[in-house]
T-cell receptor, first 118, second 115 residues
Framework: AQSVTQLGSHVSVSEGALVLLRCNYS??????LFWYVQYPNQGLQLLLK??????LVKGINGFEAEFKKSETSFHLTKPSAHMSDAAEYFC????????????????FGQGTRLTINP | DTGVSQNPRHKITKRGQNVTFRCDPI?????LYWYRQTLGQGPEFLTY????????KSRLLSDRFSAERPKGSFSTLEIQRTEQGDSAMYLC?????????????FGPGTRLLVL
């Protein structure tokens, strides 16, 4: 089965500083990878996803992530943090078994809470 | 596109009671997923519908849980004889298949507290 590990349940950065949220996955075949953001009392919103092709993926709100197969990583970055980026971030991978049946069962990491200091 | 909606947003119930949640997917989305998110954890897959057919159920979905999607539109998730361990956020997502680049759109969730 596939799995996702997010290193660091809490990350705190200053406004304007680099944001780096770490995600490592395990998969026996090339995965589809996702980053979602969850604001308090809201559902999940897709930030970006990697399926095939270019390994550097750009998403919404200035975020990007790079798929590194050799490191089994998909870290999320943003050059300059804004106060509005404070939220919970989840990395996810498609479960291949269901995917081959045409569905997209997402397997999520435990999440990283991002705090922005003024 | 009005987004995925879920009702109620919050539910408090006593142990042993039955509860039912509703999810209205984005119009014309033929796929619908239910996930459960406990405090401090990421969402976990519960079940999946394609149109009205329930095609997959996680082993997390005990026999006290049942989900339906009549006519392939809205879906309901019922929990019978609730237990304190059922306290969680229940998330619904819908999607329309676009080749292998499906994107799931999540609703705001229903937060359940079992006393």
């Amino acid at each position: 089965a596939q799995s996702v590990t997010q290193l660091g349940s809490h990350v705190s950065v200053s406004e304007g500083a680099l944001v780096l949220l770490r995600c490592n996955y395990s998969s026996s075949v090339p995965p589809y990878l996702f980053w979602y953001v969850q604001y308090p009392n809201q559902g999940l919103q897709l930030l970006l996803k990697y399926t095939t092709g270019a390994t550097l993926v750009k998403g919404i709100n200035g975020f990007e992530a790079e798929f590194k197969k050799s490191e089994t990583s998909f870290h999320l970055t943003k050059p300059s943090a804004h106060m509005s980026d404070a939220a919970e971030y989840f990395c996810a991978v498609s479960d291949l078994e269901l995917f081959n049946q045409g569905a997209q069962k997402l397997v999520f990491g435990q999440g990283t809470r991002l705090t922005i200091n003024p | 596109d009005t987004g995925v909606s879920q009702n109620p947003r919050h539910k408090i119930t006593k142990r042993g009671q039955n509860v039912t949640f509703r999810c209205d997917p984005i119009s014309e989305h033929n796929r619908l997923y239910w996930y459960r998110q406990t405090l401090g954890q990421g969402p976990e897959f519960l079940t999946y519908f394609q149109n009205e057919a329930q095609l997959e159920k996680s082993r997390l979905l005990s026999d006290r849980f049942s989900a339906e999607r009549p006519k392939g539109s809205f879906s309901t998730l019922e929990i019978q004889r609730t237990e304190q361990g059922d306290s969680a956020m229940y998330l619904c997502a819908s999607s329309s298949r676009q080749g292998r680049q499906e994107t799931q759109y999540f609703g705001p969730g229903t937060r359940l507290l079992v006393l």
